[in-house]
């Protein structure tokens, strides 16, 4: 019987990101990856000949898989408080289902730069998400400045990761938290 070398070449690809999202991509080996996905190392190899090539193809299904709230909807939003609101609302349900994944994966990228490489594309959706907020409030200067860092500590996974993981707040009360705080900027 042949395999098919697509189905194959995905198996590697999703026993990686599920070793990457649960234990690390630091403490992943090829080993694991190789024994998770049914396959021999020289298999995974053929596919992957680098590190970087199955990193590239983990973040390319990884956020087909867990892409983050779409925008659009907030920018129909013109109060700003209501928009910040929802798209809290929307990150922190989003969170609330990848964020654990989010925390193991970003506190790898220290240790292996190429997948923090190939994910900075992606992570640049939250400077967008910041600018999509911040439209509206009417601050100028300092309080401008202000605004921009409660907006962005707002979106940071380890805001979500202190109040909801941490602290044991419910998404609802951190995004009502956190939206006093940028109204109160």
């Not at 996905?37 to 190899?45: C, E, F, I, P, S």
């Not at 992606?122 to 998400?129: L, P």
């Amino acid at each position: 019987m042949t395999r098919d070398p697509e189905a194959t070449k995905r198996r590697i690809v999703e026993a990686a990101i599920e070793l990457h999202t649960t234990i690390g991509p630091a403490n992943t080996t090829v080993s694991a990856v190789a024994e998770r996905a049914g396959v021999q190392r020289l298999t995974l190899y053929r596919h992957f000949p680098r590190p970087e090539d199955l990193f590239d193809a983990c973040v390319t299904l990884g956020w087909e898989w867990f892409p983050p709230p779409d925008m659009g909807r907030w920018r129909q939003t013109a109060d700003p408080e209501a928009r910040l609101r929802h798209a809290l609302g929307e990150l922190y349900a989003y969170y609330d289902r990848v964020g654990d994944a989010f925390l193991v994966l970003v506190r790898d990228f220290p240790r292996v730069p190429a997948l923090a490489r190939l994910n900075e594309p992606y992570f640049a959706r939250w400077d967008d998400m910041r600018d999509v907020l911040a439209v509206g409030w009417g601050r100028r200067g300092r309080r401008r400045r202000l605004l921009v860092a409660a907006l962005e500590h707002s979106l940071d996974l380890a805001t979500w990761e202190s109040l909801v993981r941490r602290r044991g707040l419910s998404s609802q009360d951190a995004v009502e938290l956190l939206v006093r705080l940028v109204s109160s900027t």
